[in-house]
């Protein structure tokens, strides 16, 4: 299927480390690329882009700075994409041609923006977290034979889950095997009591003192998730 919107991700394959873009990669997905993994680029040992529709200026400046590291590095990347978009990147300027990064030294953001969760059904697991818990269906691609991905993120969060298969360690981890996964929420009843009409199975609320109270989800696969509730983070503080 396409996906709802374009992705930028660092993924460990077979292969060795590759720098993944898929659908319409536009500003906003570059910059949430930035945003996690910092400005400098990174080594990567392949660049899969078989699933791109789009790419914007941002997206190749992208892959130019990656390219270009890579070259002075005296390091081959291996291309996985329709030629249109390497004739597209072999048109695009140099990195001598694009302003400085900024001062040596300066400090570089770090945000959680994805968690894998280790799951043995894909398609259950998108099906439970998309269908049951709400999230929303951010990516579901194949960028190359063996591999897919599927990013969902929960209603009102900056951070997402990934599930797929083909994702070097991430696969190779137990279905299952991530504990105690934290869902934040203004009012644990009210989510709680909503999670219960969907049919999802959710744990006792369990008040742990100084205003934190949890409730337990599991999902197919064991993988055990808390609706968490903090008394002082509630309206403009949530």
Request: glycine share 12%.
């Amino acid at each position: 299927m396409s996906p709802a919107r374009g992705i930028v991700r660092l993924l460990n394959t077979a292969d060795g480390r590759a720098l993944c873009l898929a659908g319409e990669v536009d500003a906003d997905a570059v910059d949430a690329f930035l945003r996690r993994y910092g400005r400098e680029p990174v080594r990567v040992d392949r660049i899969d882009a078989g699933s791109v529709t789009s790419l914007s200026e941002p997206a190749v400046d992208l892959v130019l700075d990656h390219l270009d590291a890579a070259g002075r590095a005296g390091r081959p990347v291996a291309w996985c994409g329709p030629p249109q978009l390497r004739q597209l990147l072999a048109g695009g300027h140099t990195s001598a041609d694009r302003p400085e990064r900024g001062e040596a030294g300066t400090p570089v953001d770090m945000k959680v923006e994805l968690v894998p969760v280790p799951v043995a059904d894909v398609d259950r697991a998108k099906a439970f977290y998309a269908e049951k818990l709400g999230f929303a269906v951010d990516v579901d691609v194949r960028p190359t034979e063996g591999m897919r991905v599927v990013q969902l993120t929960p209603p009102g969060s900056a951070c997402s889950i990934v599930v797929g298969t083909g994702l070097g360690g991430i696969s190779a981890a137990a279905a299952g095997s991530v504990r105690g996964l934290h869902l934040v929420v203004a009012d644990i009843e009210a989510a709680r009591a909503e999670l219960l009409g969907r049919g999802v199975d959710v744990g006792d609320i369990d008040d742990v003192g100084g205003g934190v109270r949890y409730a337990s989800i599991t999902d197919p696969d064991g993988n055990t998730l808390l609706l968490q509730e903090m008394a002082w983070r509630t309206g403009e503080s949530f």
